[in-house]
């Protein structure tokens, strides 16, 4: 469907008619230079991308790459598809290094390497490195186009050198000081430039040995590193030490919401993708029903077996149930409250080790603390219920469910904060823990302790 192109914030466009007809393409050339990028990118993913590719064909190609960087990547696509291959690869060399690998590395292999043969031998030739390294590492969202200084340059002829490759480079509030083997030996910010003295050595001036990451490292590593330092960019060496690229915030960013996502869709035991059509690349917007399903069944279906269980905990107090009927009107509460408490626990914790804000070391620390709360607000919460206990089946019942309540709820708390902390032993994704897993665990355990209570209390004879 091919919908009216309009922009609020532009007199160029008219609001009807068919938009790569009826204006002069100069009047995108006009908007390009009044509007945001990023804005005519949220804009533009409005319509239909064929219409989109048929104006870019009449725009420059650094205004396309600067809108085209901004789109979803599933926009980038289609526009790519539809536009020839010519102006593509005019467009592709305006890209940053880090995006043009992205796009070339979505289409299908001989397209790309028909686009590849357009672009000039040095492009080409860093394409193909930077598409070598290995997904989800440092060198796989690395830029290679980085400012670079001589330790013998002074001030003014750094200065001098930055505003001539400006143009060309990611960034250059960072120049990173390299020796004549390419070896990372220190870093200079602009603003340290601007107030040097002009004749000052950068050897003199520069930060020597600066944090930086290895071509190797996992992205969210990198990410967590470069949040730690408050970095806008972070230097990438190989085994030699060699300077290889740069990583820029706008980079990580990407990672730090990629990695939330899946973190989010574990702890909601959605099951995660292996292929390219995994929920986290498409949205849920875009994800077709059947993908849904095939992401939420598997572990729902799990734990509806591991919820047999419970029912199989019910039926061996079945002689206590009947002896008094007024426990199972608390069973829900009390089951219920113990799964609450350890989903919070859980996701309390699965944040605090995502962040590095706790490590395996602080385990028994945290549940020395945790069993300190866990009583305190099990405590209140069985006194409240307790009221309820009096008026539905009397002292004896409401003694039952307050003890059961201070049980119930420490064993979730205590259960939702040490399974996070055993999976990271063992090497498994903390966020595995999701709250449907902690909740069917605490179920099971609510259902043993309540009635194991009741059974004793009421001298009924075998507790389990």
């Known amino acids: 469907m091919n919908k009216p192109l309009k922009f609020p914030t532009s007199q160029f ?7 790569s007809e009826s204006v002069d393409k100069t009047d995108f050339t006009r908007l390009c230079a009044a509007e945001h990028p990023a804005d005519l990118a949220v804009q533009f993913s409005e319509f239909d991308m064929e219409q989109v590719a048929d104006i870019f064909t009449g725009l420059s190609p650094d205004c396309c790459a600067d809108v085209l960087v901004h789109m979803d990547y599933d926009d980038q696509r289609e526009i790519a598809r539809h536009l020839p291959d010519d102006i593509l690869a005019r467009i592709i060399a305006h890209m940053s290094s880090d995006d043009r ?4 590395q979505s289409m299908p292999d001989e397209r790309g390497e028909g686009l590849l043969h357009l672009l000039a031998k040095t492009e080409r030739e860093d394409i193909r490195r930077l598409s070598s390294y290995e997904e989800d590492t440092a060198g796989a969202i690395m830029t290679s186009e980085y400012a ?3 330790p013998n340059f002074t001030a003014r002829l750094a200065i001098d050198k930055l505003r001539l490759e400006a143009p060309d480079k990611e960034t250059i509030y960072y120049a990173y000081v390299i020796d004549t083997e390419r070896r990372l030996i220190g870093q200079v910010s602009l603003r340290e430039l601007i107030l040097a003295k002009p004749n000052a050595r950068i050897e003199d001036i520069m930060r020597r040995d600066p944090i930086r ?4 490292d996992d992205q969210e590593a990198v990410a967590r590193q470069m949040a730690k330092y408050d970095l806008l960019a972070i230097p990438v060496t190989n085994g030699n030490d060699a300077m290889v690229g740069i990583i820029t915030f706008d980079d990580v960013h990407d990672v730090i919401e990629e990695e939330a996502t899946e973190d989010f869709h574990r702890m909601g035991s959605i099951s995660s993708g292996t292929g390219g059509d995994d929920l986290v690349d498409i949205g849920l917007k875009d994800a077709s029903s059947w993908l849904l399903i095939q992401k939420r069944l598997p572990w729902l279906l799990a734990l509806v077996f591991m919820n047999i269980f419970s029912g199989a905990g019910i039926a061996f107090y079945e ?6 009927v007024a426990l199972v009107f608390f069973l829900p509460l009390l089951i219920g409250s113990g799964g609450n408490a350890g989903a919070q626990s859980a996701t309390l914790m ?3 080790l995502a962040i590095g804000d706790v490590v395996m070391k602080d385990w028994l620390r945290l549940i020395g603390k945790e069993v300190g709360i866990a009583l305190c607000i099990g405590a209140c919460m069985g006194v409240a219920v307790s009221f309820i206990g009096i008026f539905r089946g009397g002292p004896d019942v409401a003694v039952i469910v307050s003890l059961a309540m ?3 709820v420490l064993f979730g708390s205590l259960l939702g904060l040490s399974l996070p902390f055993l999976l990271t032993h063992f090497k498994l994704d903390p966020a595995t823990a999701s709250a449907p897993l902690v909740t069917s665990i605490a179920d099971i355990g609510g259902v043993v302790i309540y009635f194991a209570i009741a059974t004793w209390y009421l001298g009924l004879g075998t507790i389990a």
């Open 350 to 352: 699965v944040r605090a």
């Open 406 to 408: 201070v049980c119930v």
């Open 213 to 216: 990451a290895n071509v190797h």
């Open 319 to 324: 002689e206590t149930i009947q002896t008094t």
């Open 13 to 19: 466009v008219p609001e009807t008619g068919n938009a």
């Open 101 to 104: 690998v992205d796009l070339i």
């Open 148 to 150: 670079t200084l001589s």
